[in-house]
């Protein structure tokens, strides 16, 4: 996988109309609600089996169906198009 090149959260957001900007740093956020614990772990295991090929992993919080997802890319300490792909991604599985 080539370099990830860094975009900033701004046009990250302009891609993803339900993620919203961290407050304290380049990173784009987003809460997922699923109907049990279940699906919620159903999800971050299909988001992980993507995030390991992708070499590109989310920083995130589950509490029974919540789970909560911080995306930034350390090698550029920003965002980059590399979050913007995980976001998609996470987007179609949560369904």
Not at 10 to 20: H, K, R
Not at 37 to 61: I, Q
């Amino acid at each position: 996988m080539s370099a990830p090149a860094k975009i900033g959260a701004a046009v990250a957001l302009s891609q993803l109309p339900d993620w919203s900007a961290a407050p304290d740093r380049d990173a784009i956020v987003r809460t997922f609600r699923f109907a049990d614990f279940n699906a919620a772990f159903g999800f971050m295991t299909r988001v992980a089996l993507m995030a390991d090929k992708l070499d590109h992993h989310p920083e995130w919080f589950n509490v029974y169906n919540r789970v909560e997802v911080l995306l930034t890319t350390h090698d550029v300490d920003g965002v980059s198009d590399r979050d913007v792909l995980m976001a998609k991604f996470m987007d179609v599985a949560a369904g």
